[in-house]
């Protein structure tokens, strides 16, 4: 019986798949990515290139999740992209749907999973996650996000920024995903919350790919010169 896997891809680093990733992604018929809009490649297709080329003659489906946050363009927008994949299920076809990082952490697989167990209960889903960036960013960096009794918080930094002070008053690691063009922002409002000169900075963006930037130093020492202003980017800051 034909079903649907969704696989976390990791932060970019095609090692860093799991050996489950790569069985299913072999054993598939049709692999599914998104994309923010028609003609842009895929970075969770990139990840498994090397994989693709030694694997049986595959059907690629691009789904275009264009960047909005309007609620009604999105909902159409997942809507039809699961009924494309469905579509491919029911004709007997195993699918993979790829996503870079982990299928359940600001992904948009998270959405087509809704849409597809609301209207199209009988595919048999299964998931198999993916090495999120934070985790990949911490070794790289040599940084612990958390010990004993210590509390880390993550924040998408593309969406609203308000609660940000609040809840870098009780915590002692904030971590910062996404869009970069918004973290000097957060630099100013994590100040305001007490984060020492002392604490510990580090910012990265494009993990696990041939333009990957990491860099490390004391929260007093940030200046604009350190940070990105790439999407795919993330920001550590530890007290001390």
């Avoid at 999740?65 to 997942?78: G, Q």
């Avoid at 039809?80 to 299920?89: F, G, M, T, Y």
């Avoid at 597809?116 to 996000?145: D, R």
């Avoid at 004993?148 to 924040?155: C, D, H, L, R, S």
Wanted: charge should be negative; glycine fraction near 6%.
């Amino acid at each position: 019986m034909a079903e649907l896997t969704a696989i976390g891809c990791g932060p970019g680093d095609p090692e860093l798949l799991t050996v489950k990733a790569v069985n299913a992604i072999k054993k598939a018929d049709v692999i599914t990515c998104p994309v923010s809009k028609e003609g842009k490649q895929s970075i969770a297709l990139s990840v498994v290139d090397s994989i693709l080329e030694e694997s049986k003659n595959q059907e690629i489906i691009n789904l275009v999740f264009p960047m909005t946050k309007d609620r009604d363009v999105l909902e159409k927008t997942w809507k039809e992209n699961s009924r494309l994949i469905a579509q491919k299920v029911q004709a007997g076809k195993n699918v993979v749907y790829l996503t870079v990082g982990d299928p359940y952490l600001y992904s948009t697989w998270i959405y087509l999973h809704r849409e597809l167990e609301a209207n199209y209960p009988e595919i048999k889903i299964s998931v198999i996650p993916g090495i999120v960036s934070m985790f990949t960013f911490a070794a790289k960096v040599g940084v612990s996000l958390a010990e004993g009794a210590e509390k880390f918080t993550v924040i998408p930094s593309c969406y609203d920024l308000s609660q940000v002070k609040e809840l870098a008053k009780n915590s002692d690691t904030m971590v910062f995903l996404k869009d970069g063009r918004y973290f000097d922002q957060v630099i100013e409002l994590l100040r305001e919350a007490g984060f020492s000169d002392d604490s510990l900075f580090a910012i990265g963006q494009d993990l696990g790919t041939d333009h990957e930037i990491v860099k490390r130093m004391r929260f007093g020492d940030v200046t604009k010169d350190a940070m990105t202003t790439k999407y795919f980017s993330i920001m550590v800051v530890k007290r001390v």
